[in-house]
């Protein structure tokens, strides 16, 4: 079989589709290498929602002109949201690259390869899908890699929201569902191959089955049906918007069992004023009200949350009120970030009034904050036993295995070698903490499930 190397930037979804192009090409005659040199196909899965993003997949293309110039043969191809927003100009940037392809031409990849293959010529793929549904054809047959304990299913893509910082309405189009019994049958799929965990994906899921479908259904009726699937043993989903997350939703926690006590909902801003210049369109006060109801329904929630600091007129008052709310919720962890203007949204025409050295100052403060955060909540899990399901081998010194628990913290599990093995569900009690990781032993047999 041919070589093909896989490389990704960005997102869960992203992680997906490269997932969903390696069984494309697994079909087409190729297998998964872990090495450059050895690859006769390179594939770079790309994100554009952080210009940091954008710059190490030019920094990584970089390093890989040198083996195209020493394999002539040797295809490159950059996919993803990077290739939808840049097109024509990553070849102009990049004239070694083969082809440039844009999200909604992930079920392409094996013709793309092709038509490099029978012409020689580079080329870009992009635009949208113009399908009203979504939809993931089954390939039948063997499978490159069993998926894992944990499973990514991609249940709609797109976003509607328009937010004023995010291009991904730009790069991935507008919001498309995939029908519930196609997802159901994915899901039967995937536990039949090993998979314990389903994780539902998509830029806003809570958007699931708005319009389009056949069969209509809201997403809470989706987790419902999901977790009726016999061999599901753990369900989440991601991402969320404030404005979509229902009470249904929140009964849902309540009612299944199976569905992970833990939700990530991206605030971005604790200040009313700045989430309105991000066209956000809930406020502060409704968030609160949201997570309030969740809570007296599940009291031992974890919490995880997006915050942007250096937004164009975020003052320090503004900013203050971010990092108050932080301390008020206490989120267990934070994807935390700088702005940072990107083209073709409209944020992008605001003047960019907060200097880069007060955004890395304001981006170091939320960063402490949500560190000591993360420990305090971590010292609660102290002494305690976790349910933790085996995701994989740990890289942390003296612990063989790692997971994580109902609330999606890190687990690093000590044990004796041989007692455990992965896609086992096991008790740990928790030793220390570091981090937002867990860490703790669990004797010969004790919780197996």
């Known amino acids: 079989m041919k070589q093909v190397y896989l490389d990704t930037f960005g997102c869960q979804m992203n992680v997906a589709d490269t997932d969903r192009m390696e069984l494309i090409l697994f079909h087409s005659g190729y297998q998964r290498t872990l090495e450059k040199e ?75 390869v092709d038509q490099v293959r029978n012409t020689g010529k ?29 499973a990514f299913v991609n249940i709609i893509k797109g976003c509607d929201k328009f937010c004023t910082f995010c291009i991904v309405p730009f790069t991935r189009g507008r919001e498309k569902s995939r029908e519930p019994e196609e997802l159901f049958d994915e899901v039967r799929h995937l536990v039949n191959r090993g998979a314990k965990e389903i994780i539902l994906l998509g830029q806003n899921v809570n958007s699931y ?44 926690y309540r009612d299944l069992d199976i569905l992970m006590n833990h939700l990530h909902l991206p605030v971005q801003s604790g200040n009313n004023q700045v989430l309105k210049a991000m066209r956000r369109d809930h406020t502060i006060e409704e968030y609160k009200g949201l997570l309030a109801e969740l809570k007296s329904e599940v009291p031992d929630m974890s919490l995880s949350t997006d915050i942007i600091v250096g937004f164009p007129g975020e003052t320090d008052e503004a900013f203050e009120d971010t990092m108050k709310f932080m301390e008020e919720v206490g989120y267990s962890s934070s994807y935390m970030f700088a702005y940072s203007p990107r083209p073709g949204t409209p944020a992008n025409e605001l003047p960019d009034s907060v200097p880069d050295e007060t955004k890395k100052r304001r981006l170091q403060e939320v960063i402490s904050l949500q560190h000591k955060q993360s420990e305090k909540l971590g010292q609660s899990f102290l002494g305690k036993n976790v349910e933790v399901l085996i995701e994989g081998r740990s890289s942390k010194p003296d612990y063989i295995y790692k997971g994580r628990n109902p609330q999606y913290w890190n687990v690093n599990i000590q044990g004796e070698e041989g007692t455990i093995k992965v896609g086992d569900t096991v008790t740990v009690q928790v030793e220390n903490i570091t981090g937002h990781s867990l860490n703790g032993t669990t004797r010969c047999g004790a919780g197996v499930q």
């Open 38 to 112: 050895d690859a006769d196909l390179i594939l770079v899965n790309t994100c554009s929602i952080r210009e940091k993003a954008e710059q190490k997949t030019f920094s990584l293309f970089g390093g890989l002109k040198p083996l195209k110039t020493a394999n002539p043969d040797l295809i490159l191809g950059l996919t993803g949201c990077l290739g939808q927003q840049e097109g024509k100009k990553l070849l102009q940037r990049m004239p070694y690259l083969d082809f440039v392809m844009g999200p909604d031409q992930v079920e392409g990849i094996a013709q793309a």
């Open 122 to 150: 580079p080329f870009v793929w992009t635009g949208f899908d113009q399908e009203k549904i979504y939809s993931i054809p089954e390939l039948a047959g063997d499978l490159p890699k069993s998926p894992g304990p944990s």
């Open 209 to 252: 089955g708005k319009r389009g479908l056949k069969n209509p259904m809201p997403f809470h009726e989706l987790l419902y049906g999901v977790a009726e699937i016999p061999g599901v043993e753990r369900l989440r989903f991601t991402t969320s918007h404030p404005n979509d997350f229902t009470r249904e939703t929140i009964r849902a």
